[in-house]
């Protein structure tokens, strides 16, 4: 659908900007708003906190573009005692502060509230609707998170969202144009949860598969056995099972610190195993005089092996070692060596629904979970013949490349409508189409 453009622009003057109708004016925040910080009660006077009535939010909130539920509560105390302030009803918050993609994310309140000292409240005029300023600081998100600085640890302040300009379009205007986003990004993010689904979906119709080919192999003729594990129930009866470590090697890294170098040995780490095939485009490099004191002991990994992560967001995920060429194992995986086994089949085992179900009562710890070597060993698993192994590995990698493709579709169309989305809403708001009539 295309739009019309304003009979007449001007230039803004204005970074952000640009040119815009030339009726149009522009501000800053500093002058169209209110504007404060929250702050949090004392969270060792558990009397601030019990049974309060007083809603609180905290930065995480601005994941919600309109917020309807609290973060918690607080007490009447509370509230006298800190620096938090009541915030009304369809005022703005923006997070000041925040980890991964909350700085500079803004949400509009559905109830009244009070906040945290990592937001702001902002509180617009009557120059300007809220749900038009709404649209206009979201279109500038990447602009704003820049205002802090490159340091992506460093916060905004008031100061620094009091400077922001704003176009100033007619009020009925910017009624218009917040109406017209709200219906029309409306229908993109149904659009874009349609292929959300779509890849879930996709995911877990891949999971299943693995799941069924390594415990259940190729021939549909088999005759089964009970396996005596609740995980995988019955395998073919010419199968083995037991734990990893009867089939599989399983060495743990060497806690050492190296330095790190623009040229070298590749280290692969954490984030070299989140996907199925080792990734090495973005690793660390190091020594060859390191990469002997971490390789001592058998610790080097060669094509065929698997490389396993035991600690942080990761814990559980496996990539499958595909190149000849020398790696340096890091800190917080462990090697599995393929032993005169098939390595991309033990990888699909890891891949599998089952082992999730393992791992959830294995792992311990509440932001970052873990799993220890020994547990590791101990993870039991289905073991087919050398020549089913190569099977079973030839066919998924087969029907998981059509999975993947199905995936990366869905994730492409994902990308064009947010894309577009986004164009949508600087157009609108910066007045490059005109949607008065739509």
Not at 79 to 101: D, T
Request: glycine share 8%; aromatic share 8%; proline share 5%.
């Amino acid at each position: 659908m295309s739009f019309p453009r304003y009979p007449k622009y001007k230039d803004s003057g204005v970074e952000w900007l640009g040119q815009v109708p030339e009726h149009w004016n522009s501000g800053s925040v500093r002058w169209l708003t209110r504007r404060y910080a929250g702050g949090t009660p004392d969270k060792t006077n558990f009397s601030f906190w019990d049974n309060g009535t007083v809603p609180w939010i905290n930065s995480g909130s601005v994941n919600d573009r309109l917020i309807k539920e609290p973060s918690a509560y607080i007490t009447e105390a509370a509230l006298e005692n800190s620096s938090a302030r009541w915030i009304p009803e369809g005022s703005l918050v923006m997070a000041l502060a925040g980890q991964g993609k909350t700085k500079g994310m803004v949400a509009q309140l559905g109830i009244p509230t009070t906040c945290n000292q990592s937001m702001a409240a902002i509180v617009p005029g009557t120059e300007i609707g809220a749900r038009f300023l709404l649209w206009w600081l979201e279109s500038n998100y990447e602009n704003i998170r820049n205002l802090a600085g490159g340091d992506l640890r460093d916060g905004l302040n008031l100061e620094l969202v009091g400077n922001i300009s704003c176009p100033l379009p007619t009020k009925p205007e910017q009624t218009a144009i917040a109406e017209f986003l709200d219906r029309e990004t409306a229908k993109i993010d149904v659009l874009i949860a349609e292929q959300q689904r779509l890849m879930e979906l996709l995911k877990e119709k891949r999971q299943a598969v693995i799941s069924h080919a390594v415990t259940k192999g190729l021939n549909p003729n088999a005759p089964m056995k009970p396996s005596g594990i609740e995980w995988f129930a019955e395998v073919p009866h010419h199968w083995q099972q037991g734990p990893l470590k009867r089939y599989w090697e399983v060495i743990d890294c060497k806690h050492v610190t190296v330095p790190f170098l623009e040229q070298g040995i590749p280290v692969a780490s954490v984030m070299e195993v989140r996907s199925f095939e080792l990734d090495l485009s973005q690793a660390l490099k190091t020594s060859e005089e390191s990469f002997r004191l971490l390789s001592d002991g058998g610790r080097q990994p060669v094509c065929g092996d698997v490389i396993y992560c035991r600690n942080t967001a990761n814990t559980g995920t496996s990539a499958f070692v595909g190149t000849e060429q020398k790696i340096a194992l890091g800190q917080d995986v462990c090697l599995i060596k393929s032993s005169g086994r098939n390595g991309r089949y033990l990888n699909y085992i890891l891949h599998s629904g089952f082992m999730a179900a393992q791992l959830d009562t294995l792992m311990v710890g509440s932001t970052f979970k873990r799993i220890n070597v020994a547990e590791i060993r101990g993870l039991l698993v289905p073991c087919p013949p050398k020549p089913e192994q190569d099977g079973i590995a030839v066919f998924l990698d087969v029907e998981s490349a059509k999975f993947d493709t199905l995936i990366a579709e869905a994730q492409r169309a994902i990308d064009l409508l947010q894309e577009r989305r986004s164009a949508l809403i600087s157009a609108a708001v910066t007045g490059q189409i005109d949607v008065r009539n739509t």
